[in-house]
């Protein structure tokens, strides 16, 4: 195929562009006719995939980074053969459109991510790299390459100012992830004008310092050998992640290229007629496609097909002479967990020590880190504290630092709580492996936008948070989380768990395990806990449930994690009191709601005060309490114990709020919390 033939296809790109912003009055028109190029080249001259199947688990994976230019991915899947037709194209950005304002991976066939916060992208693709590498180490053998694919990634300028690109492009740097390839589009531009304003590093030499390989072509618009070869040229380099440079011009065609007024507005009709005019299309055809322009892109797919098949071949005969492996391979793709998982959960009875929830978390890890192969994942910095690494866990290493392999499971973050979550993302989207990251509970804000991303993108991802409230103690308001069970619980798809014993650690890892669409936050104590009578793996799964306690109660009281003792001793001086009360553990809200209305009531019945008890913010608690105990503060540097005195956290201020509470309502109806939901 000529270039001439190249660049009628980038043309179409160019064009398409145009129409399918303008006919939504929304988008960006101007990188996808400045990437036109470089992606077309990609596609088409470099990438392993098959649009009949975009779930070949060998197959390249591609990134945009930049995803406000989803229009140029749209168009390009259209081209090629994925699930999208040029009606779906003509719905950009519309309701129930599957090409939305920027790419979604559970929307639109072919989109492996879901990009659209800045840095996200290419914080994913060293996520997928890393997961590649792994997978590679644990299942080639011999001159069987089961997984030998690359990733791609499209990013911008927005991209590379973003800190969570920063973290993640350090440690695939440390990490040598040499089958990781950014593609940066110098366009010199950005919304508010030229990058002069606020962006002039060397962003090669940022990244020559990361340990990356760099190259670079000077004109991206129109040299499509530069651009051929430069991919070509980082292939050939395993050892070190590539980020080539390519100046483009952003909104190339157009009478306003080069300026920020075709970043994010839809080019005017008469524009759109002269670009058109231009690159030799007729002016007045709207979201036209030349017949040889969709005949080039059908011989790509038939490649696709053909590398498929090709490895399907293989992966038979792969499949006889390592039957296990290809067994296992199959099975971690499919998503399905190991058989008798289940039983090697520990299991605790009240006799048993009390121990902190984080320290009952690692015991699990340790139980069930062999049986489970799948799993991957690790600490920033905080592993001797969050207790993550299981015994005889290898770390994720390059092998020439002697630090471990690329068969390890066991990530060394460094301080990257945002970039590991993002990272997350993207090992959790490669398939067959469930990745966690782990903290304190208080750091997950710094890691918020990608956990976000986690539940809208749903990927279960298992966040493993410790020193989970101001029970960490001496650290301070600093490290005390106090409004961060609440900002998690306000994100739709996100599972919070918070056990009060080794029972309920225990539910809330098979919990996390078995919700397969959406992450988990796991959110364990510092401090020494008992086990409980009455908790069970079994209950973590109905959210809420009755511990212990009166079936005629007078009043409830619920709490979750290290408070849920607390009210048990509480209960206790109310019956001596004469009053009955019955106890309620509740490590999941989230789980809670989906019960049916019948069991909430039954664990809540109409009628019945109810006192909730956590050591945070009371936000959110209004849902299923008539009063609160709780965080108002941002909490104090001491022991644990003496803060616990000091903000109400003992038995005997809960039973005397108990007791005002059950005085208030004493003359009063009670309010029906457990409403039938709309």
């Excluded at 809208?456 to 493993?464: G, M």
Aim: charged residues 20%; proline residues 5%.
């Amino acid at each position: 195929m000529s270039d001439s033939k190249d660049l009628r296809c980038i043309n179409t790109i160019r064009t398409l562009a145009a129409d399918v912003v303008f006919k939504a009055n929304s988008g960006h028109p101007g990188a996808p006719m400045g990437c036109a190029p470089m992606a077309h080249v990609l596609f088409t001259k470099h990438m392993k995939f098959n649009p009949e199947n975009s779930a070949w688990p060998n197959r390249d994976r591609f990134i945009l980074s930049n995803g406000h230019s989803c229009a140029l991915q749209y168009i390009l899947l259209h081209l090629l053969g994925y699930k999208i037709t040029m009606d779906d194209l003509k719905t950009f950005r519309q309701l129930d459109s599957i090409c939305p304002g920027h790419p979604e991976n559970y929307m639109t066939d072919g989109v492996e991510v879901t990009t659209g916060p800045l840095g996200q992208g290419i914080s994913n693709a060293v996520g997928l790299a890393i997961a590649e590498a792994h997978m590679e180490a644990t299942f080639n053998k011999d001159s069987f390459k089961i997984i030998d694919n690359y990733t791609y990634a499209i990013l911008g300028d927005g991209c590379l100012q973003e800190g969570v690109a920063s973290e993640t492009a350090s440690l695939a740097g440390h990490l040598k992830l040499g089958k990781l390839i950014a593609l940066y589009d110098d366009n010199s531009i950005q919304i508010d004008g030229s990058t002069d304003l606020s962006f002039t590093e060397d962003v090669l030499k940022r990244y020559e310092a990361y340990g990356w390989h760099t190259l670079s072509v000077g004109d991206g618009d129109d040299d499509i050998e530069g651009i051929t070869n430069a991919i070509a040229e980082a292939k050939k380099v395993t050892d070190k992640p590539s980020i080539i440079k390519i100046h483009t011009t952003i909104g190339y065609g157009s009478s306003l290229q080069g300026t920020e007024k075709v970043h994010g507005s839809s080019l005017k009709d008469d524009d759109i007629v002269n670009v058109k005019t231009k690159f030799g299309f007729d002016g007045n055809k709207k979201f036209y496609v030349p017949d040889d322009v969709y005949d080039f892109y059908a011989e790509v797919k038939k490649q696709g097909a053909k590398h498929e098949a090709e490895w399907n071949e293989s992966f038979n005969k792969y499949s006889e002479k390592y039957p296990d492996l290809a067994k296992e391979f199959k099975r971690r793709f499919a998503g399905e967990l190991p058989s008798g998982l289940e039983e090697a959960f520990p299991r605790y009875k009240p006799s048993d020590p009390a121990t902190a929830t984080r320290k009952l978390s690692e015991t699990l890890l340790n139980a069930i880190a062999d049986k489970l192969p799948e799993l991957i994942g690790g600490s920033a910095d905080l592993t001797s504290s969050n207790l993550t690494r299981w015994k005889g866990a290898v770390d994720f290493q390059p092998e020439s630092t002697g630090l471990g392999n690329y068969s390890g499971r066991y990530i060394r973050y460094g301080v990257r709580e945002h970039g590991m979550a993002a990272i997350s993302n993207g090992i959790g989207a490669y398939g067959a492996l469930i990745p966690f990251a782990s903290t304190f509970l208080n750091f997950i804000s710094y890691a918020v936008g990608a956990s976000r991303l986690s539940a809208l993108s749903h990927l279960r991802i298992i966040y493993i948070m410790t020193h989970d409230s101001i029970g960490l103690g001496e650290d301070g308001p600093t490290h005390q989380p106090i409004e961060t069970l609440a900002t998690l619980r306000a994100t739709p798809n996100t599972l919070v768990l918070r056990p009060a014993d080794g029972n309920e650690v225990s539910g809330a890892y098979l919990v996390a395990l078995k919700n397969s669409t959406r992450p988990s936050v796991i959110a364990l104590t510092r401090q020494n806990l008992p086990q409980l009578e009455g908790s069970s793996i079994e209950n973590v799964f109905k959210g809420g449930y009755v511990l212990q306690g009166s079936n005629k109660p007078q009043i409830i009281l619920v709490a979750t994690g290290s408070e849920v003792s607390i009210i048990v001793d509480a209960a206790k001086e109310l019956e001596k009191k004469g009053i009955s009360a019955r106890i309620v553990s509740m490590p999941s809200m989230e789980l809670f709601e989906e019960q049916e209305q019948s069991y909430k009531e039954s664990v809540f019945p109409e009628g019945i005060p109810v006192l909730s008890v956590e050591a945070m913010s009371t936000f959110g608690w209004s849902r299923y309490a008539h009063a609160s105990i709780g965080m108002k503060g941002f909490g104090s540097s001491a022991p644990y114990e003496k803060l616990y005195e000091r903000f109400g956290f003992t038995p005997s201020n809960i039973s005397e709020k108990a007791q005002k509470t059950l005085e208030f309502y004493k003359n009063r109806a009670v309010p029906h919390l457990i409403a039938q939901p709309f």
